[in-house]
T-cell receptor
Framework: GQQVMQIPQYQHVQEGEDFTTYCNSS?????IQWYKQRPGGHPVFLIQ?????EVKKQKRLTFQFGEAKKNSSLHITATQTTDVGTYFC???????????FGKGTKLSVIP | DAEITQSPRHKITETGRQVTLACHQT?????MFWYRQDLGHGLRLIHY???????NKGEVSDGYSVSRSNTEDLPLTLESAASSQTSVYFC??????????FGPGTRLTVL
C-alpha cells in the first residue's frame, strides 16, 4: 500500500460541532478504508471507497474519495460523545489484501 | 457468532525470552494479519498470511515470526523479546480487500 498522511493528529470539538479528518497521499491510492478505534478498543471497519469522486454516507458520517484518488475525508456532522475515538484511514494496494494505515486522528468531544 | 480472539490479553516478559501470542478466528477467513500499535506510529503490519502454509513479511517483521498450519490460527512469536517490542499487538482477519476484523489486542510489556 501507499504511504498515507492523516491530519489533524488531534481534534477537540464541542458536542454538536462538526469534525473532519483528511487523508492524503502523494501517489494515487488504490482504494481507501476508514476505521474507528474507541479508547482502549480495537479498530473497527467503517467503510471502503473505491471509485474516483465517490461519496458515501452513514447517518452523520460522510466519506469522500478525491477525484484524483490522492485524498479522502471523513466528515462527522453534529458530533456526539459516542463519536470519541481515533479515526484511521488505510490504503490497500492494487490486488493486495494488506493495509497501510495513516497515523490516525484522535477526536475528543467536550460535552 | 464468528469471532476473532487473542490470548493472552496482557503479558509481561523479560528481555531475551521467547514469547508467543495466539490469534484464533472462526470467520473461516483465508487472510490473517498481525499489527503492532505504538503512540505516534499508528498501526504497522508485522506479518500476514493468505492461507495455510503461506506467510509473508510486513513493514516491521524483524524479530518476529509466524506460522500458519490451519485456517483458524496465526500465532506470532517473538524469538528473543526486546524492550522495543513493548507494544499493543492486534491480530486481524478478512476475506475482502480492505475489510479486516480485528481482535481485542494483546498488551505486551518487555522488561
Amino acid at each position: 500500500g501507499q504511504q498515507v498522511m492523516q491530519i489533524p493528529q488531534y481534534q477537540h470539538v464541542q458536542e454538536g460541532e462538526d469534525f473532519t479528518t483528511y487523508c492524503n497521499s502523494s501517489t494515487t491510492l488504490s482504494n481507501i478504508q476508514w476505521y474507528k478505534q474507541r479508547p482502549g478498543g480495537h479498530p473497527v471497519f467503517l467503510i471502503q471507497l473505491v471509485k474516483s469522486g465517490e461519496v458515501k454516507k452513514q447517518k452523520r458520517l460522510t466519506f469522500q474519495f478525491g477525484e484524483a484518488k490522492k485524498n479522502s475525508s471523513l466528515h462527522i456532522t453534529a458530533t456526539q460523545t459516542t463519536d470519541v475515538g481515533t479515526y484511521f484511514c488505510a490504503d490497500s494496494g492494487a490486488g493486495s489484501y494488506q493495509l497501510t494505515f495513516g497515523k490516525g486522528t484522535k477526536l475528543s468531544v467536550i460535552p | 457468532d464468528a469471532e476473532i480472539t487473542q490470548s493472552p490479553r496482557h503479558k509481561i516478559t523479560e528481555t531475551g525470552r521467547q514469547v508467543t501470542l495466539a490469534c484464533h478466528q472462526t470467520w473461516n477467513h483465508n487472510n490473517m494479519f498481525w499489527y503492532r500499535q505504538d503512540l505516534g506510529h499508528g498501526l504497522r503490519l508485522i506479518h500476514y498470511s493468505y492461507g495455510v502454509h503461506d506467510t509473508n513479511k510486513g513493514e516491521v517483521s524483524d524479530g518476529y515470526s509466524v506460522s500458519r498450519s490451519n485456517t483458524e490460527d496465526l500465532p506470532l512469536t517473538l524469538e528473543s523479546a526486546a524492550s522495543s517490542q513493548t507494544s499493543v499487538y492486534f491480530c486481524a482477519s478478512g476475506r475482502l480487500a480492505g475489510e479486516q476484523f480485528f481482535g481485542p489486542g494483546t498488551r505486551l510489556t518487555v522488561l
